[in-house]
């Protein structure tokens, strides 16, 4: 058996090329199982973030691994030119699992040392259980990433310093628009993403926080840890048109405020400002809003 991961992320792939590769997470087993039909793979793990997708797998034929991989990105992606090969790397053998480490670890990510990283890898290879794909070599290699993963955050205290997506994208927001205080701000998506978003607006003074969510359950969790608003994806609309601040971090396949959308509500506001800060991959905005007058 041989290791091999087949990938892309921030550094060799542009947002717009990511997300035409991302899964949805309700998808994950079953892209998974998929892999797993074909006779090259014999184990596979997917790990999917804003920031990357890499397939791990074990297989027995390093060429007809490493193709499989790749023909199953460029379906993803709908590629028909290949173009999606320019962005992919490929690690084999000790570099497979060297990298591996790497990422668990925190040293890979755009935010060096940021402890998120390690939740979503012990994530994948759970979802990767769940499907029953692995064998004996990618169990053993994400139990020890994970292993070597917890021993670097703890004799080294990368993480004690770092930051996040999250935590930049709130840092980012404060510089344009000053103090949270006396704004409204909307948070569109209740998951991980979100709720660090949320804690971090809180930390720095946000009073004025609607969640908006598929599920309004969800999005009552997140609302009542800031003492904010829950409201449907929906029904967000009427939130959006008062907002100063919108921070956006759906699962959503397409997009969840379109430039169509933002110019009705624009028309509205009387002049009034608008920053949004689309964190999802793939994104929930559509880039072309901040061609609108007021849209930042």
Do not use: W
């Not at 344009?176 to 709720?195: H, P, Q």
Request: include cysteine; charged fraction near 25%.
């Amino acid at each position: 058996m041989f290791p091999v991961v087949v990938g892309l992320n921030y550094r060799t792939a542009p947002v717009e090329v990511r997300e035409k590769v991302s899964v949805h997470h309700s998808q994950i087993v079953k892209t998974l199982k998929k892999l797993k039909d074909s006779p090259a793979i014999e184990g596979v793990v997917l790990l999917s973030t804003c920031n990357r997708l890499e397939i791990y797998a074990s297989t027995k034929d390093l060429e007809v691994g490493i193709q499989t991989i790749k023909d199953f990105l460029q379906n993803q992606a709908q590629d028909t030119e290949q173009k999606i090969l320019d962005y992919l790397y490929v690690y084999t053998m000790y570099q497979a699992i060297q990298h591996l480490f790497k990422v668990a670890s925190g040293l890979d990510s755009m935010v060096l040392g940021e402890s998120e990283i390690l939740g979503q890898v012990a994530r994948a290879y759970e979802l990767s259980c769940e499907a029953d794909v692995n064998n004996k070599m990618t169990n053993v290699m994400f139990q020890k990433a994970l292993a070597v993963g917890k021993r670097v955050r703890t004799e080294t205290g990368i993480d004690h310093y770092s930051t996040s997506i999250s935590y930049i994208a709130v840092e980012l927001a404060k510089q344009v628009v000053g103090d949270f205080e006396d704004k409204k701000i909307v948070i569109l998506g209740a998951g991980e993403m979100s709720t660090l978003t949320m804690k971090h607006l809180v930390a720095h003074g946000a009073l004025t926080i609607a969640v908006s969510n598929r599920s309004l359950d969800r999005a009552k969790i997140l609302a009542d840890e800031c003492g904010g608003q829950a409201v449907l994806l929906k029904d967000v609309d009427a939130y959006l048109a008062k907002a100063d601040l919108v921070f956006s971090a759906t699962a959503s396949k397409g997009f969840i405020i379109t430039s169509e959308k933002l110019q009705k509500l624009m028309k509205t506001r009387a002049n009034q400002p608008m920053l949004l800060i689309d964190i999802a991959v793939p994104r929930d905005i559509e880039p072309s809003v901040g061609n609108i007058e007021g849209v930042t």
